[in-house]
């Protein structure tokens, strides 16, 4: 049996009047307890992260250079929604995985993101000058230290995996160093970065954009959903309801960003905007339209809410971070 199936009376068995009065209610619950949720974890996350970015090098690290790591602290304590490492967090809560893993399972998936963006905006990729409302890590420490800085985090990534502070089964370690390798690299977020640059010259069709954005965007946050029930030992079943959940709210993640580009501000956005129409970039809200892309992002919402369906509230969170992710303002 799924853990947190109901028990007694089911969910299908309610009338659809109850079934709307309670989803209701555990709509108004969820959204407090899920901003509380997200702003505490994004905290955990930043001071596990300072720590782990201290100036004391590590046993068998040489010497910590200063610049280096200045450029790295920029690139991944500049704030951010930290949203990877709240759905790592909460996909291993969900499941009965251990929090102190999870959060540095978070963090680790958290040096990989930050890293990718920080390649995202070089000059030979994006060419953007603000991320997170502050200068771009090239802007700021040049683009041999951004270079470098995104090659260290990526590194570090596995590093947090593998130490010793991560109290997890050897077994479980040798997991997530595949899955999120695999997540990371050429069949996963570079290998979509490569496709997604492409696109900038290629007109891909709508098939070919699905692939890439679930390359480059949702390779990893399938990777967190996951990460979660691997933390957690979960079985077969519940690894691959996580994965599919987490390929569902990564493709709804691109969308809402493809749209974002189109209709925030940089204030909000805290990067420009605007960027994919003026590099001609073929994209979903390109090829098919804003009206298009809203109604579809409303589509996978309800397909991920429809995944969880049987765990009734105590999808709560993992339904309200769908809707954040579809739904978000920047
Ligand atoms: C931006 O990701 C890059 C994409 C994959 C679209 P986020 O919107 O999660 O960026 P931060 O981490 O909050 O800055
Ligand atoms: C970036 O996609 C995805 C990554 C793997 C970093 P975008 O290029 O659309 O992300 P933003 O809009 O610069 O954040
Ligand atoms: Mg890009
Ligand atoms: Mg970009
Ligand atoms: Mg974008």
New binding site residues.
């Given amino acids: 049996m799924i853990p947190g199936q109901p028990i007694g009376l089911s969910f299908r068995q309610k009338s659809n009047c109850q079934r709307q009065r309670s989803h209701a209610k555990e709509r108004r619950m969820s959204e407090t307890s899920f901003e509380t949720r997200l702003k505490a974890s994004a905290a955990a996350v930043e001071s596990c992260l300072g720590s782990i970015l201290g100036e004391q090098a590590q046993a068998d690290e040489i010497a910590r250079p200063a610049p280096l790591l200045a450029a790295m602290r920029h690139g991944v304590l500049n704030g951010g929604k930290r949203l990877r490492p709240f759905l790592v967090m909460e996909s291993a809560a969900f499941l009965g995985g251990d929090h102190q893993a999870a959060l540095r399972i978070g963090a680790a998936l958290e040096c990989v993101h930050s890293y990718?963006?920080v390649h995202?905006?070089l000059p030979a990729m994006?060419d953007?000058d603000v991320r997170r409302g502050q200068p771009t890590v090239h802007i700021a420490y040049g683009e041999a230290n951004a270079i470098l800085a995104g090659d260290s985090l990526l590194t570090l990534a596995f590093d947090i995996i593998a130490a010793p502070e991560t109290n997890l089964p050897d077994r479980q370690k040798t997991e997530l160093v595949l899955a999120l390798a695999r997540a990371s690299g050429i069949g996963g977020?570079a290998g979509?970065?490569a496709l997604?640059l492409a696109a900038e010259t290629s007109a891909p069709d709508e098939e070919a954009i699905v692939t890439l954005q679930a390359m480059?965007?949702g390779a990893l946050i399938r990777f967190a959903c996951e990460a979660g029930a691997i933390i957690a030992g979960s079985g077969a079943d519940e690894r691959r309801l996580m994965r599919t959940y987490g390929e569902t709210i990564g493709l709804a993640f691109q969308l809402a960003?493809d749209l974002l580009?189109l209709t925030a501000d940089a204030e909000t956005m805290g990067?420009a905007t605007g960027k994919d129409a003026a590099r001609g970039k073929g994209t979903l809200v390109s090829l098919r339209g804003q009206d298009w892309a809203e109604a579809e992002l409303a589509r996978l919402v309800a397909e991920a809410e429809a995944l969880l369906e049987p765990f009734g509230a105590r999808a709560d969170i993992l339904n309200e971070t769908a809707r954040f992710v579809a739904h978000r303002s920047h």
């Fill in positions: 990718s963006l995202d905006d994006d953007d977020m979509g970065q997604d480059k965007t960003d580009d990067k």
